[in-house]
């Protein structure tokens, strides 16, 4: 059964850091790319960032850039999100996500093209 399961998030102040981690089990996906998407309350899910398969090319919504650092470790089977200079704004549960098709970051910010999804992380910046 693939699994992936975030971890990191919780409540930390405007200017603060914090840094997500996603483990991903029964499969592996060194050979995908893997994204981060969030979603506020009364919100839609939004791209946040993605990662293709080798780490070489990174992609960041607008908001995030300058800010958010998306890695990998194909050995550990791992994606991890840096956050620093957090915002009210970046209030929201995140959510990591890996497409099955391999070798391919084609729709990297679209959620149809990812195919297996974690329960999410909350993330809280304070004021």
């Known amino acids: 059964q693939v699994q992936l399961v975030e971890s990191g998030g919780g409540l930390v102040q405007a200017g603060g850091s914090l840094r997500l981690s996603c483990a991903a089990s029964?499969?592996?996906?060194?050979?995908?790319?893997m994204g981060w998407f969030r979603q506020a309350p009364g919100k839609e899910r939004e791209f946040v960032a993605a990662?293709?398969?080798?780490?070489?090319?990174?992609y960041y919504t607008d908001s995030v850039k300058g800010r958010f650092t998306i890695s990998r470790d194909n050995a550990k089977n791992t994606v991890h999100l840096q956050m620093n200079s957090l915002k009210p704004e970046d209030t929201a549960v995140y959510y990591c996500?890996?497409?099955?098709?391999?070798?391919?970051?084609?729709?990297?910010?679209?959620?149809?093209?990812?195919?297996?999804w974690g329960r999410g992380t909350q993330v809280t910046v304070s004021s």
């Open positions: 029964g499969r592996t996906f060194s050979k995908n790319t």
């Open positions: 996500a890996a497409n099955q098709q391999t070798y391919s970051s084609v729709n990297y910010n679209r959620a149809r093209v990812y195919d297996y």
């Open positions: 990662i293709n398969w080798s780490g070489d090319n990174t």
